[in-house]
């Protein structure tokens, strides 16, 4: 796929189809995650990833509970309570694989080159036709201390991206973007 058709395509998938991701397939997108750019080129990040969808599941509703009673933590507050408390709602959509993007550094631009990382991993997720989501609400219950400590993660790390990959059932639509705003100076 060319890089422009990778930007175009790439969709936030939260529907899966029951076709495992293979470790395999999560070392060779951590491999393009590595290529992005970094901050005098710390590679501030670790990965961390699970391909049980037990241990998904389980996370992912521990974690809504927390983010229903935490909202502000959550960074996205109250108006995420409604879809938090959705019967049968599940944070991860059960998904195949989860894959977390940490800090492992409290260096300057650690977390923005988290982001990038993230970002390449996410289109070469799409190039080989996997689906992958930013789910922004379970970050806050991952750094939790004793989230961090079941998952094995050093206390000091930041969990920055966690991403839900799997093969879609479907693409979903795009919904379009707006027309961006440039100021010239």
Known sequence: MELMDALR???????????????K???????AAVLAPSAMNLQPWTFAA?????LIDSLAER???WAIENPAATGFGEDARSLLERPGFNIFYHAPALLLVIAQSSAAQAVEDCCLAAENLMLAARDRGIGSCWIGFSRAFLNRKEVKAELG????SEVV??????YPKAWPETHGRKMPHIHWF
């Open 161 to 166: 991206a966690p991403l839900i990959l799997g």
């Open 153 to 156: 993660l050093d206390e000091r």
């Open 50 to 54: 699970t391909l049980d969808r037990k």
């Open 9 to 23: 395509l790439r969709r936030a998938v939260r529907d899966f189809a029951e076709t495992p991701v293979s470790e």
């Open 25 to 31: 397939e999560i070392r060779d997108l951590v491999q």
């Open 63 to 65: 974690g809504r509970q």
